[in-house]
């Protein structure tokens, strides 16, 4: 037996002299673009099924089989981080260790951490998802105008309420005006509505969390029989404010994946991320830089804000519980986006019919206070506000 | 808005989202009147709950749910029995050992399950029926709090059965005494013949096992759609808090827990009250939405300091010899 235990030790250990000097040969062969070694800092588990974190691990494994780099070997994740600049650190540390050349942070949190891990090592690509901080050479932000999808998922809504009769749409989110991630979609959401159903209100109920199954199911009921809404938006992680609109026999607009699987005879289209879509480019722009003080360079700006145009953000597939022509105006409404005619903060309303006819027109564009956030005519609010200080609801919105 | 409505559903989301808390604080009433102290009320119905809507929605049976759930509990308390009353482990120790292993499992057995097709809920006819609301004739048709208070799925009925039949078992049956006896002081137990071990083991497995079926209700309320938080959510922890706010009887749980859920669900439905009722209750929008996360836990703490002075007078149900192991050698 021991005989035995000796043998396979000394096999394992020639196993890994083998393995040792394939990689060293690998470094040898030169700085291949090919060889990108990709670092993950994630904020839960990367073997989740549904989520945020799910979202990004998939977004980041696409990409690396578009580009044809292997998942496998290529790829090097420290999962479970929780938002403490001392275990960040130790995460990108342990990356740095394994010679990665980009590492991407995807939680908020890792903010100060990453850029203090950026100014010393030089030679690593820090990439950073939802924040605001960068530098010129190797540390920039990402982020999605997620606001856009908002909006045509509202219009999907409005039309919806149309059909019903039903003014009150409610909204279950994580937070609301303390964030101004929230806060936009929110906005981004009700004027797609008002845009074909000037009567509606939206209730936003906040559940002061960004996971909480249990009230977001209950929230959700809560909107429906207090507050008597017909449909059902959210901002938050799992499906349970679509399955309580379909008990209640209410429709509803879900986020981050399609929910129809979740609630087929309520969801209505869901606002989705394509987080690939970003990673491809980041990827190939750390492929392409030649070194990491290079990086912003290539990708042109250190904040990353893509949009539909970018097919960065979109929605899921209209399901059959939609309006007829939710379709056609929502196609209206996102030609005019793609191609950058008009954009959803500005001064300029957009009106959209029963029959799915999209007419444009100056209006003020007023907070739920009455203020006038845009004069008519005026220019989109800038994206620093939308990402950064909007910290108010239009008009039409008000919490429940 | 409809303002009586209002209160219907606040009446009924008390009920309907606190009652696996009166599952949990039986189940480990039942455990701690042995004296076991077992603070894996949480791994317990995390894994009554996975086992038990996998295989209820395979069956498609509600009953069948039930039953795996509570064999799924009874069997990890089993666990726990085998570790602390036979191989002498630290009951606190084995029991926060088994939270995190239960979670383990829920999220083990979950994820692989969803690797092959989740059984969604929307498609088990009997599952989804069996746990609707049912009317209780005259009772639901009180106006206001009928609904409310009456008009709720079979496990909350179940749930208030078995606190009653719990309590009753305790307070009037012969071996009721006996198992308090155990937990007062198992070594008088042992010399009048009572059998200590079996004792213990028997009424930790079918206290764990009701435990597991309280997780299964939480799954059904959240429609068994599993995502990547646990159904359980926190509130195995709390009915081990409620254990002692009901001091160890699980009458008192009852309304513990109610007492518990109006608190609870203050945080759902406080702004619609504030909505409906702008002159008396409006204040209630004014409160910001973390003093709501917290307001149970601050309940709770309070509870507890009251409970211990009053304990201090001496009319404590707490077991004597909870949370010491018995080792009949060690006389």
Request: glycine fraction near 10%.
């Amino acid at each position: 037996m021991k005989k035995l235990i000796a043998i396979f030790l000394s096999a394992l250990m020639l196993l890994s002299l083998v393995s040792c000097g394939a990689s060293d040969s690998n470094e040898a062969t030169g700085d291949n673009a090919k060889d990108l070694k990709v670092g993950a800092i994630y904020i839960n588990s990367k073997n989740d099924t549904a989520g945020y974190t799910y979202a990004h691990h998939n977004g980041i494994t696409t990409a690396m089989k578009e580009l044809g780099l292997d998942v496998n070997t290529q790829l090097f994740i420290v999962d479970e981080v929780p938002e403490d600049p001392e275990q960040v650190r130790a995460a990108v540390d342990t990356l740095v260790g394994k010679n990665v050349d980009i590492i991407f942070g995807i939680s908020f949190g890792y903010i100060d951490a990453l850029e203090t891990a950026a100014a010393e090592y030089p030679e690593v690509i820090f990439s950073h998802a939802t924040g605001y901080k960068s530098n010129e050479t190797n540390f920039n932000n990402y982020f999605g105008r997620a606001y856009q999808a908002r909006y045509l998922s509202g219009i999907a809504a409005g039309l919806k309420s149309l059909q019903t009769g039903n003014n009150n749409v409610g909204y279950v989110a994580a937070y609301g005006t303390e964030y101004a991630e929230t806060a936009s979609g929110i906005n981004g959401f009700a004027l797609g509505v008002q845009a074909v159903n000037p009567n509606a209100k939206v209730y936003v109920k906040k559940l002061g969390n960004w996971a909480d199954e249990v009230n977001e199911s209950a929230f959700a009921t809560e909107l429906i029989s207090s507050f008597g809404c017909g449909i059902i938006a959210q901002h938050c992680d799992s499906a349970q404010p679509q399955i309580a609109a379909e008990n209640a026999g209410m429709f509803g607009c879900g986020y981050n994946s399609d929910m129809s699987p979740d609630a087929p005879k309520a969801h209505l289209t869901a606002a989705i991320w394509n987080w690939n879509v970003y990673y491809r480019t980041a990827m190939e722009a750390a492929m392409n830089c030649g070194s990491a003080d290079n990086f912003v360079a290539t990708m042109g700006t250190p904040a990353y804000y893509g949009g539909l145009k970018e097919n960065f953000v979109d929605i899921s597939p209209i399901s059959e519980n939609c309006a007829p022509n939710t379709q056609k105006a929502i196609d209206a409404v996102r030609e005019l986006i793609v191609n950058g005619e008009w954009d959803v903060f500005s001064g300029v309303k957009l009106s959209i019919t029963a029959d799915g006819v999209v007419t444009k027109a100056d209006a003020d564009l007023l907070d739920n206070a009455g203020n006038v956030i845009v004069a008519a005519g005026g220019a989109s609010v800038e994206d620093g506000v939308i990402t950064g200080t909007m910290n108010y609801y239009v008009a039409g919105v008000q919490e429940a | 808005m409809d303002k009586l409505s209002v209160i219907t559903s606040f009446v009924h989301n008390i009920v309907v989202f606190n009652i696996p808390l009166l599952y949990g604080t039986v189940g480990e009433i039942m455990v701690e009147k042995s004296g076991s102290l077992n603070l894996g009320v949480e791994g317990t119905m995390a894994v009554g709950a996975i086992f038990g809507y996998i295989f209820g929605c395979y069956a498609n049976s509600l009953g069948v749910g039930i039953m795996v759930a509570f064999l799924a509990g009874a069997l990890f308390g089993l666990l726990f029995a085998a570790l602390t009353v036979s191989l002498q482990a630290n009951q606190n120790i084995t029991g926060l050992t088994l939270t995190t292993f239960g979670l383990g499992i829920y999220f083990f057995v979950g994820n692989s399950v969803k690797a092959n097709g989740w059984p969604v809920m929307g498609n088990y006819s009997n599952i989804k029926d069996g746990f609707a609301d049912i009317d209780i004739p005259l009772l639901s048709d009180i106006p206001v709090i009928g609904r409310g208070l009456f008009s709720h799925n079979m496990l909350v009925f179940l749930g208030i059965a078995i606190a009653v039949g719990v309590w009753w078992y305790l307070k009037h049956t012969t071996l009721g005494l006996k198992l308090r006896a155990i937990g007062e002081n198992p070594a008088a137990a042992d010399s009048v013949g009572i059998n200590v071990k079996r004792m213990k083991y028997i009424h930790i497995c079918v206290g764990c096992g009701i435990m597991g079926i309280g997780g299964y209700y939480m799954g059904l309320n959240m429609s068994g759609s599993f995502n990547s938080s646990c159904w359980i959510n926190g509130y195995g922890w709390i009915a081990v808090a409620l254990v002692i706010f009901a001091n160890w009887s699980p009458a008192i749980a009852i309304i513990g827990t109610f007492v518990f859920g109006f608190f609870n669900t203050l945080r759902v439905s406080g702004t619609s009250i504030a909505a409906a009722f702008p002159d008396q209750f409006g204040w209630l929008a004014h409160i910001p939405t973390q003093m709501y996360q917290a307001l149970p836990f601050i309940i709770t703490a309070i509870v507890l300091v009251v409970m211990s002075i009053r304990n201090k007078r001496g009319s404590s149900g707490l077991p004597s010899a909870l949370g010491q192991n018995y080792f009949r050698e060690e006389r």
